[in-house]
């Protein structure tokens, strides 16, 4: 029998983190056609809220009752204002293991809400749900997301050659398929020990004993 992650909501000082509703398609719309995520992840571009829509709708339930994924949305505790995306994808629940990504929104970066997103989520899988590995992947470029994956206590493991595409834009706004390296970084439950003290000192970071 296939498994599945629960439908759940985790909070930390800052954040709400939730499952995806139909009230974000318009701030998901606008989030997803940023340059940057639009150079660093697949998705279409420009992206449209018939798509938000079908991801919000569709394809994020049926991950989850297949036992596949998870999508979460990131937001302000305060403001509900949508700040960003972390997915579970790749889950194998034999192994007991799952791959993360982030998406964070222009106006949002350089607060730290990827690491404290990315961190509760990591504690939430190893508490919860039992969880004993969890993997990103990073572009060899993408020096933003492979900061992340170090605040939070990840190992690089290692170089996957030629495993990636990314996408440059043009002066004419195409965007044009380049190969990449990925950069594959584990999490196992004892790495967060060192990450909850690193990121102690951050700005609303709070333990993860005082989260929900």
Known sequence: MTSTFPNISISTERLGLRPLDEDDVPALAEMMNDE??????PVPQPYTEQLAHR??????????????????????????RLVGIVQLTHTDWHVRATEMSYIIAPWARG?????????????????????????????????AAQQVAQKIGCISEGVLRNACMVRHRADDGSWTDVRSDYIVWSLLPEDLEGADEQLADSPGFT?????N
Do not use: C, K, M
């Open 111 to 143: 607060e730290g809400y990827a690491s404290e997103a990315a961190l509760a989520t990591a504690h939430w899988l190893f508490g919860d749900q039992r969880f004993e590995r969890v993997e990103l992947r990073t572009a060899a470029d993408n020096t």
């Open 36 to 41: 940057q995520i639009g150079a660093w992840t």
């Open 55 to 80: 991801w919000i709708s569709q394809r994020s339930p049926a991950e989850r009752i297949a036992g596949r994924g998870l999508d979460l949305a990131v937001t302000e505790f305060l403001t509900q």
């Open 207 to 211: 333990s993860y004993a005082d989260w």
